[in-house]
């Protein structure tokens, strides 16, 4: 199978015909994504744990994926938010990359890695396919800690993935700001998969670098999203926030239904 990708400035819409998608959470933010004949990973952290990341803001990953890279099947696409933070792309996640046909991330991220890395800026699309499968794929806004930030913690995109039937939208690593209301101006998602876990380093006190589970709640208000699929919340050390707030923050009548947990390394259809 192989995949093939095109510059579009439209969407593929939605038709009678459904593609069927299933989601397999690995940990962390590292989704195994099928939708149709195609093939999908989102940031690839895939290194056995525990395991420790120096740097100037130390990270600590304090369990393994679910599944390990050799039990990963080819990769058409991988859709990497950030290259920068081993919590979403590790050295194993490295390897799988280079294996990958193509791989969509910010064009900092692309300029770095070389090879099927095609950098997307805000807003732009690319046209993906593989066997008899079709979907667009859409750069979104995204900002990794608080305003003025930015120069520390680097660049990060979020995506939107149209295909027949349906939308899928992955928030990358992002605290809730004012650009993300653009999206549901823009789109109608059906699910959302948002990085939470609200990370907190020691050394920069109160200030997050991800939602918390009542971030995520209130933009899956704003999006409307039908479904919403958390992820970014465990195996790390800065990722603090207890997984039952996420059970609290969706029990809100308005939000009823929506929250859907999946078991890791367990294939479930969307």
Same mark, same amino acid.
Do not use: C, K
């Given at each position: 199978? !192989? ?50 990341? @120096? ?18 099947? @080819? ?70 800690? @608080? ?12 995506? =939107? ?40 380093? @020691? ?24 479904? =919403? ?5 465990? !195996? ?35």
């Amino acid at each position: 199978m !192989s995949a093939t990708t095109v510059t579009t400035t439209g969407t593929t819409g939605t038709t009678s015909t459904t593609v069927p998608v299933t989601a397999t959470h690995l940990g962390t933010a590292t989704v195994l994504l099928r939708i149709g004949d195609l093939t999908v990973l989102t940031d690839p952290a895939l290194d056995p744990g525990p395991a420790d990341y @120096p740097a100037a803001r130390p990270l600590r990953r304090t369990a393994g994926p679910a599944l390990t890279a050799d039990r990963l099947p @080819p990769i058409d696409l991988v859709l990497l938010s950030h290259d920068q933070h081993a919590d979403n792309l590790d050295p194993t996640g490295r390897t799988v990359l280079a294996r990958a046909t193509t791989v969509l991330t910010t064009p900092e991220a692309a300029e770095r890695l070389g090879g099927a890395a095609e950098g997307l800026a805000t807003w732009e699309s690319r046209r993906i396919t593989a066997g008899t499968t079709a979907v667009t794929v859409t750069a979104t806004p995204a900002r990794h800690g @608080p305003a003025g930030t930015e120069e520390v913690t680097g660049p990060v995109t979020g995506f =939107v993935v149209e295909y027949e039937g349906g939308t899928l939208y992955l928030s990358g690593d992002t605290v809730r700001h004012d650009a993300l209301a653009a999206i549901a101006e823009r789109f109608t998602v059906d699910t959302a998969f948002l990085h939470l876990g609200d990370a907190h380093f @020691p050394s920069t006190g109160d200030r997050a670098f991800s939602m918390s589970a009542r971030e995520g709640a209130e933009l899956a208000r704003t999006l409307g999203a039908r479904t =919403v699929v958390p992820v970014h919340y465990e !195996s790390w050390e800065h990722l603090g926030e207890d997984p039952a707030r996420i059970a609290e923050a969706f029990a809100a009548p308005d939000l009823a239904g929506r929250l859907r947990r999946l078991v890791p390394g367990v294939p479930e259809q969307l």
